[in-house]
């Protein structure tokens, strides 16, 4: 049986990968996964998978949709859809424990999710084209079933995907991420431009960020910048700079002991009311109240 490898092939546009996960003679890879933070870029690849976050906080870029995650995230994603999760860029303890499902539609036979009696999960995989995020009792179940599936042995795996499938398929506690899908035609063109514009602000959201240098960067005007950004993030960029503002806030009201005006400066905002704000409508509570719980 061949060993199981995950090659990494640059194909020459602006971080973007395409993941080539070799599987040998195995229906399925699942994996139980630890390391120090979350840097791995925007990529794709065919097939299907399923991530369980026990452990990590950060932002979750699917399609285009940007989002938090924290512990407990669920998400299924379908071929080819660019995702990506990432916390390098916040302090403190960003440790990252997780479980991965990764299948292709054939590993159980090429016709096997083409039968009536399937049908539910064939209406699940084309959800998944968008990027789905479970949770509720939905999670709870799943998240049960993977950690059994790790230590299962082949055929155990295999009744425990259709298992973990049929549970997801008839499920209504999702959450569609993306408002588009990806084909392999368009995906192209779409990452390059927004990645540039993504590592850009994941490098300078602490400091001021202008319209005018983000748009010369996507190499658009300003106004048509403000449309492409719009339409791939369904944001406008003070919005998306803000959430990522606030996500490091979370992180140091988390791992330190520095006062509100301080974390406020050092998020990248420049005045303390406008900071608490934006705070209690994205996060439903003050950023002391967050810090006291927490605590």
Not at 8 to 29: C, H, R, S
Not at 132 to 155: C, I, P, Y
Request: charged content about 25%.
């Amino acid at each position: 049986m061949q060993a199981i490898a995950k090659i990494l092939y640059n194909i020459d546009i602006m971080k973007l990968f395409v993941e080539k996960i070799i599987t040998g003679d195995k229906l399925f890879i699942v994996k139980e996964e630890q390391f120090p933070y979350n840097d791995f870029p925007l990529h794709i690849h065919p097939e299907y998978e399923l991530i369980f976050v026990m452990k990590s906080n950060g932002e979750r870029y699917v399609g285009n949709s940007i989002a938090n995650f924290y512990p407990n995230d669920l998400c299924f994603f379908g071929p080819n859809l660019p995702h990506t999760f990432y916390n390098k860029h916040l302090p403190g303890n960003r440790e990252v424990h997780q479980i991965v499902l990764q299948f292709r539609e054939d590993c159980l036979g090429p016709e096997l999710f083409n039968i009536p009696q399937f049908r539910w999960i064939k209406l699940l995989f084309d959800r998944s084209r968008y990027g789905l995020s479970f949770n509720g009792n939905t999670r709870e179940q799943v998240a049960k079933k993977l950690q059994e599936m790790v230590h299962a042995d082949e055929v155990e795996g295999a009744a425990c995907l259709l298992s973990i499938l049929n549970t997801l398929s008839r499920s209504d506690e999702f959450e569609v991420l993306s408002t588009e899908h990806h084909s392999s035609v368009n995906i192209f063109k779409y990452t390059e431009r927004m990645n540039k514009v993504y590592h850009y602000l994941l490098d300078n959201f602490r400091q001021d960020v202008l319209l005018e240098d983000v748009a010369e960067i996507a190499h658009l005007s300003p106004a048509a910048f403000c449309r492409y950004f719009k339409k791939h993030t369904r944001k406008n960029l003070s919005e998306f700079v803000n959430d990522l503002r606030i996500s490091y806030a979370c992180e140091l009201l988390r791992s330190s002991n520095s006062g509100i005006a301080q974390i406020c400066y050092e998020s990248g905002f420049n005045n303390v009311s406008y900071f608490n704000r934006q705070f209690k409508q994205r996060m439903r509570i003050s950023p002391l109240k967050y810090h006291k719980q927490i605590s």
